[in-house]
């Protein structure tokens, strides 16, 4: 899918939403959230909820569902894991890769994150790959360090696999804290990984898409997705609601 640069707003749910909440969110998001959009609409919920949400989305094919995680092997001996080929043949799109909260509180390496990037490729989902610095990074002036270091399992990636990756830049100290980048630090760092990205992969990385997140809300959304480099969010909290997250898809018209 060529996807060049088309806003796209995605919904991290998290460990939140069971399935029949999930589904009385849909009812209410489906009558908000009209079919002809100009921009991309995903909701990532949790692996158990994913099969309710593509099967209650059966008509709406312009909403896309992607998981929050998988495993890094394809099958076999690895109880509580989820695989590539479950995740595709289930119908997700998408799937979440990095997320601050699976290195930080999982001790996701990059070492891992790069398996994963590779499973989840070879079973054709597309990926969102998280980076972003800590505040002590950031106060550290280390924020480019980090970036740098974090592009590199995307750098490597072969050629046929480029057009799969969106990134999202979520600050760890703006993630669940209320504390949004201002649209210039968000800007600014989106400059640099778009620059990143296209000094490698060429007019690739150039039309890539960056998404920006951490405490992204109706009231900042504009500001944000209004950046040159920003191409819309990755929502967490504020995607829990439907008329809220609805705002925030509104926001990147
Ligand atoms: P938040 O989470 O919007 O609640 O800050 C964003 C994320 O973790 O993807």
């Known amino acids: 899918m060529n996807t060049s640069r088309i806003p796209f707003v995605a919904g991290n749910w998290k460990m939140n939403l069971t399935p029949s909440e999930a589904i009385r969110y849909l009812d209410e998001f489906a009558v908000l959230l009209p079919t002809d959009h100009a921009y991309e609409v995903a909701l990532f919920p949790s692996y158990l909820v994913v099969p309710f949400v593509i099967g209650n989305l059966l008509k709406r094919r312009d909403i896309h569902v992607g998981a929050q995680n998988l495993s ?12 590539a080929p479950m995740l595709t043949d289930a119908g997700c799109r998408y799937v979440l890769i990095g997320h601050s909260e699976r290195r930080k509180i999982y001790g996701e390496t990059d070492e891992l994150l ?133 705002n925030i898809c509104r926001a990147a018209e």
């Open 72 to 83: 890094d092997r394809e099958s076999g001996a690895f109880t509580g894991e989820v695989s």
């Open 114 to 246: 790069a398996k994963k990037l590779s499973m989840a490729l070879q079973h054709k989902l597309s990926v969102v790959y998280c980076i972003g610095e800590t505040l002590a990074e950031r106060e550290a002036n280390q924020t480019f360090d980090v970036i740098d270091q974090q592009l590199k399992n995307l750098i490597a990636l072969p050629h046929e696999s480029r057009p799969n990756i969106t990134i999202a830049y979520e600050p760890v100290w703006a993630i669940g804290t209320g504390l949004n980048a201002t649209p210039a630090q968000a800007q600014e760092v989106h400059h640099v990984i778009r620059t990143t990205m296209s000094d490698h992969w060429n007019d690739t990385g150039k039309n890539m898409r960056i998404l920006y997140g951490g405490s992204v809300t109706p009231a900042n959304a504009k500001e944000l997705f209004a950046c040159p480099d920003v191409d819309g969010g990755l929502v967490g909290g504020a995607s829990l609601k439907p008329d809220s997250f609805y």
